[in-house]
């Protein structure tokens, strides 16, 4: 099938514009800045986001937080993905297996730890000798604009199971949610807004805390006891 153009006249949706404009005018390996591509896309809801969910589809676009090389505003190209022009591709990573290296974005991006309910690979759970497993799950994820999509999460194998056998209680959640304080009410509703559980600064660091060999465990730990007696 012949590559349609990025800003051509076909129907296509806004994550596959956005992954031709990479291609076609970015580029592979080059940077471009948020402002280049809300120009690129205007008046379009969200473009930062819809090229984000690119990444699902094994796309790599890295930003500051993965290339401490780029400014705040920036973001580099890496390395495109699967055809997302392709009829179909754009939106069914379900029946595909996770390959090894967009099994390792997805945890690193979820500080290798469960998406549900943040326990790390290894951790034991409260009350239980059982430690726990991560695995990556597929989740069907209704969007703001109505558009079901299938997303890969890191999630540990108790949650997972969980998932399947519990039935949803609505009522008991609703009244734990006004039991929330208005932070972790925003909190929660940026969550619902993205989709996904965004780790707070020190679950992000927990997490990766938690994939050190000892040794570097220990001088975290280190660092840490002389900083608070200091
Ligand atoms: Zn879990």
Redo the contacts with the bound molecule.
């Keep these: 099938m012949e590559m349609p153009t990025w800003d051509g006249p076909e129907k296509i949706g806004t994550k596959v514009r956005i992954a031709l404009w990479l291609v076609s005018v970015v580029g592979v390996g080059n940077v471009f800045t948020k402002a280049q591509l809300r120009e690129a896309f205007p008046g379009v809801a969200q473009a930062d986001r819809r090229m984000r969910d690119l990444r699902d589809n094994g796309w790599q676009i890295d930003t500051k937080r993965e290339d401490p090389r780029l400014g705040p505003n920036e973001q580099r190209f890496v390395a495109a993905g699967e055809e997302v022009w392709v009829r179909g591709r754009a939106t069914s990573n379900g029946s595909r297996s996770v390959n090894a290296a967009l099994r390792r974005r997805i945890m690193a991006d979820d500080a290798y730890m ?1 998406a ?4 790390s690979a290894g951790e034991k759970y409260e009350h239980s000798i059982e430690t ?1 497993q991560l695995d990556i799950a597929r989740r069907t994820v209704v969007k703001p604009d109505g558009v079901e999509e299938v997303q890969l999460v890191t ?2 194998r ?2 997972r199971i969980g998932a399947r056998e519990q039935k949803a209680d609505l009522c008991g959640l609703l009244q734990a949610v006004s039991s929330l304080t208005d932070r972790e009410r925003t909190e929660l509703l940026s969550w619902i807004t993205a989709g996904k559980r965004r780790p707070s600064a020190t679950d992000m660091i927990w997490g990766k805390y938690r994939s050190l060999p000892p040794d570097s465990r220990t001088q975290v730990e280190k660092i840490l006891h002389s900083r608070n007696l200091t």
């Design positions: 469960c549900a309910c943040g326990i726990a999630e540990c108790r949650c």
